[in-house]
């Protein structure tokens, strides 16, 4: 099981950009699919992005980020960022981010069920 710190939230004007930071107690190997979710008060838990961390590094985005937000990995840094730019109201919430080795099927759909490890969340506001 691997530990996952968040870290890089705060509170930003709308427009305004963040990026967090996930680092990984483990080296994150080609194996492990990862992904920053969030949840707002009151909402369910939604994906935001998600990342194979094999050579093909296949990402995918919520509807709602894509185009402002960019999920990347830095293997040396066993880190994974999400860049938030063009930041909404709506963009408010709890982030987290989530590992989980072999992940199998469209995990992206399934928000989050495949993914065993997650961290302990940093907040984001955005104040219009």
């Known amino acids: 099981q691997v530990q996952l710190h968040e870290s890089g939230g705060g509170s930003v004007q709308a427009g305004g950009s963040l990026r967090l930071s996930c680092t990984s107690s483990?080296?994150?190997?080609?194996?492990?699919?990862l992904g920053w979710f969030r949840q707002a008060p009151g909402k369910e838990r939604e994906v935001v992005a998600t990342r194979d961390s094999d050579t093909a590094g296949t990402t995918r985005y919520a509807e709602s980020v894509k185009g402002r937000f960019t999920i990347s990995q830095d293997n040396a840094k066993n880190t994974l960022y999400l860049q938030m730019n063009s930041l909404k109201p709506e963009d408010s919430a709890m982030y987290y981010c989530a590992a989980e080795r072999n992940c199998v099927g469209d995990y992206f759909l399934q928000n989050g069920a495949v993914f065993g490890d997650w961290g302990q969340g940093t907040q984001v506001t955005v104040s219009s």
């Open positions: 483990e080296y994150i190997d080609s194996t492990y699919c």
